[in-house]
């Protein structure tokens, strides 16, 4: 059974950093593509990041680059997610998923974990 | 970015056929996908690119268009369906998805 548990959450202040950890397991971590998508509260799904199944390729939408880091641990099958700069509109849910590697869907989802940016 | 509209709200009764809208605002290939959120939940796949069913997802579902329009079916509807269907597509940069439309059951 495939299976994704975000950790990492909480509450952050505006400009500081955060970093969300995606353990996976139920299948072979090493043969997909990866992605982080968002949910503000009461809001629709935004992608956020996607790194290549062997970390070689990372792709960002444009309001988080340079400021977020997308990253993976074949050895651990753990994807992570390094936020910096913090904004309070990057508050959201932050969701794990496995990408297809060809039609980029999503095919499985963690449960998510919530990130809150204020002062 | 590629705009995904979908209409906001829909109601039916159980046993009912209900039809999901979600239009591109530029061609998107068959590169369109359906996903069912239940309060509380993470989403869940139903349909990728555009017409083809998930594994362990009931038939009742499909989904059909190419280009710009795009829908998904749901035949007989049941209490249980009752959610927030996304739709998203991942042929243009970068992906997006449309703001849902939340099912009700009456």
């Known amino acids: 059974e495939v299976q994704l548990v975000e950790s990492g959450g909480g509450l952050v202040q505006p400009g500081r950093s955060m970093k969300l950890s995606c353990a996976a397991s139920?299948?072979?971590?090493?043969?997909?593509?990866m992605a982080w998508v968002c949910q503000a509260p009461k809001k629709g799904l935004e992608w956020v990041a996607t790194i290549s199944y062997d970390g070689s390729s990372t792709y960002y939408r444009d309001s988080v680059k340079g400021r977020f880091t997308i990253s993976r641990d074949n050895a651990k099958s753990t994807l992570y997610l390094q936020m910096d700069s913090l904004r309070s509109e990057d508050t959201a849910t932050y969701y794990c998923?496995?990408?297809?590697?060809?039609?980029?869907?999503?095919?499985?989802w963690g449960q998510g974990v919530m990130v809150t940016v204020s002062s | 970015d590629t705009v995904l509209t979908q209409s906001p709200a829909l109601a039916v009764s159980p046993g009912e056929r209900v039809s999901i809208s979600c239009r591109a605002s530029e061609g998107v290939n068959s590169y369109m996908h359906w996903y069912q959120q239940k309060p509380g939940q993470q989403p869940k796949l139903l349909i990728y690119k555009a017409s083809n069913l998930a594994s362990g997802v009931p038939a009742r579902f499909s989904g059909s268009g190419s280009g710009t329009d795009f829908t998904l079916t749901i035949d007989p509807v049941e209490a249980d369906d009752t959610a927030t269907y996304f739709c998203q597509q991942s042929w243009n940069d970068p992906y997006t998805f449309g703001a849902g439309t939340k099912l009700e059951l009456k």
């Open positions: 998923a496995r990408q297809d590697n060809n039609y980029d869907y999503f095919d499985y």
């Open positions: 139920g299948f072979t971590f090493n043969n997909y593509d």
